[in-house]
């Protein structure tokens, strides 16, 4: 699987809201194709936003030589949660910046972007090491969302860590969370996990609690989109309570990310802005390229938070490409912050 | 909302697969219609379960006074699990028994599932007294699954305490979780809020423990499937989470049941057994008359149990229409069953 690719002149992104039915490749051309393409979660993941936007924002300079400051403007306010999104098109703004308006200023834009997508990729394995060496013994592992290949450059992030764990036959059974409302668990994560082989079972957000009081679970592991200073946590929403499952039952909980998640400027989970989407995300199932269609009475109010906030204290490791920190303080993630990748 | 009625010679049920877009009733004029209605789930809810099967007694009765022996059979196993409605039909069978076969024999099953009906009733009054007085001063209370007037004759239970709640002016806003995998908080719970007029908003059920530990919810109240000895409480998949949430935001998480939910023969969550059910309804949006829309890739391993276990320590009250355990505590529970309606 490749999330996003440049060629031609173009970001090329398989349309992720079409997976698993169709296999559809979106060519991106500008930085308002971007902008769409993450509103409208086509591309998804805090890694693989990154990523997208920073080639964004080079994609723009080759269309308008002037626009880069409109265009890493529009490109941070597409998504509010993900802090990788502000670094990516900060580090390529700098690197274009550099040069003034014209050819070689996207030239140098898109330069630093796919220089950031290899380090993503680089990122991708070390996670995918340390977390193996982390839950080997654990044969049954639960997730949440999709953190594969489809989330982020490389195999991703915790799902890399399963990538990685079964390559070394060490992986039983994952249990799958469907991941409501837009269902990356069920349409994603099913979907990579079945093209790499790995023994797998689909489940709804709310068995997974009583599934891992059950014994049923060796291990959860999460990505993330956000880790503050302190170690909390923002991911997917329904994160936080697998968390609270696996104390209760006393197995790990693993937070799996790219360093560049965590954001030293954030003091603790309080301050993490949670973004709040559209009702019709809960109101209606949308799936593939069919009409939505209505899971309830039309026009009812909903509350649709994309994420929740995980506490440090219930996270048992946070695996990063720079190492481990464990157990999960403001000292250990300022020391992962202060080794070298 | 009547879920059930009797009139004219016939049982009239509200099917509850076509809510919330279709107000259809069903005319039941038998047995075998009953069974039917409740292997479909048109009628679902241990209480209500319980009554339609009685009343499916006494309407065989009118068809075939020597029908007695196999009504009885066919409705029990209707849904095997349900104590409820093992119940219902041996009292109704009993008072028929006791006159010979033909008109007065119907008419005693008719009077006694009816008698049936307004205990129902007047249980569901007493477990919505109870349940406002204990929760008054928390306005804003999430809820699960559906426990309203299409669960349980009357107002319903956990549903009943926030419809008493309203009347008193003391809600705020209920969330009512979606309750994933057949929807009955997205379809029926959002019906029911609507007609009683109560503020609400609807949530995936991923949501909920993040909500609760944002400070937007004041108490959670859920409904219950069997009540151990010990006060461990199994119900609807997902409740499980909330109870965890609940617990560590220190609001209370209170469980609204008639006390005939209460097994004292069953000494703790272990010895539940927990239903194991079609892994397309994890696969597949099944919602109304249309089509199931697939959710993930054709043929994907599930595992979909219906109910989980949240244990008696994390119960801050259990609700019955013979008073309140709280704690609840293996003696607080047969304390409850020992006091009289």
Do not use: M
Not at 186 to 193: C, D, M, P
Not at 293 to 299: A, F, I, K, S, Y
Request: hydrophobic share 45%.
């Amino acid at each position: 699987v490749r999330a996003v690719r440049f060629a031609g002149g173009a970001l090329w992104a398989l349309d992720q809201t079409q997976l698993p039915w169709r296999e559809l490749e979106l060519e991106l051309r500008g930085a308002e194709d971007v902008v769409g393409a993450l509103q409208r979660l086509s591309i998804r993941g805090a890694p693989l936003i990154g990523v997208a936007a920073a080639y964004g924002v080079a994609l723009e300079l080759f269309r308008d030589p002037d626009g880069l400051d409109d265009a890493c403007e529009s490109l941070i306010a597409a998504r509010p949660t993900a802090v990788n999104l502000i670094h990516a098109v900060r580090r390529v703004r700098a690197a274009a910046a550099a040069h003034p308006a014209g050819p070689e200023r996207a030239a140098a834009a898109l330069a630093e972007a796919e220089a950031l997508h290899a380090e993503e990729e680089a990122a991708s394995e070390a996670i995918a090491r340390h977390g193996a060496d982390l839950l080997t013994g654990r044969p049954r592992i639960l997730t949440h969302c999709n953190t594969g290949a489809l989330a982020a450059p490389g195999r991703g992030t915790a799902l890399a860590v399963i990538a990685e764990l079964a390559d070394r036959g060490e992986v039983e059974l994952v249990l799958a969370c469907e991941t409501r409302p837009l269902l990356q668990g069920a349409r994603l994560t099913v979907y990579e996990l079945r093209r790499l082989g790995i023994e797998h079972a689909l489940v709804v957000d709310g068995a997974a609690a009583g599934l891992i009081a059950a014994g049923e679970v060796d291990a959860v592991i999460v990505g993330c989109d956000r880790v503050a200073a302190n170690g909390d946590v923002a991911n997917k929403v329904g994160t936080y309570a697998h968390a609270l499952a696996a104390g209760a039952a006393g197995i790990p909980f693993v937070v799996a990310g790219p360093s560049t998640t965590i954001d030293p400027s954030t003091a603790t989970g309080d301050e993490i802005t949670i973004e709040e989407r559209d009702p019709d995300e809960v109101r209606t199932l949308i799936a593939g390229a069919d009409e939505p269609r209505p899971l309830t009475v039309d026009g009812t109010p909903c509350r649709n938070p994309a994420f929740d906030v995980t506490p440090a204290r219930l996270v048992t490791a946070l695996v990063t490409d720079r190492g481990i920190a464990q157990p999960v303080t403001p000292t250990s993630v300022a020391a992962v912050l202060g080794r070298r990748a």
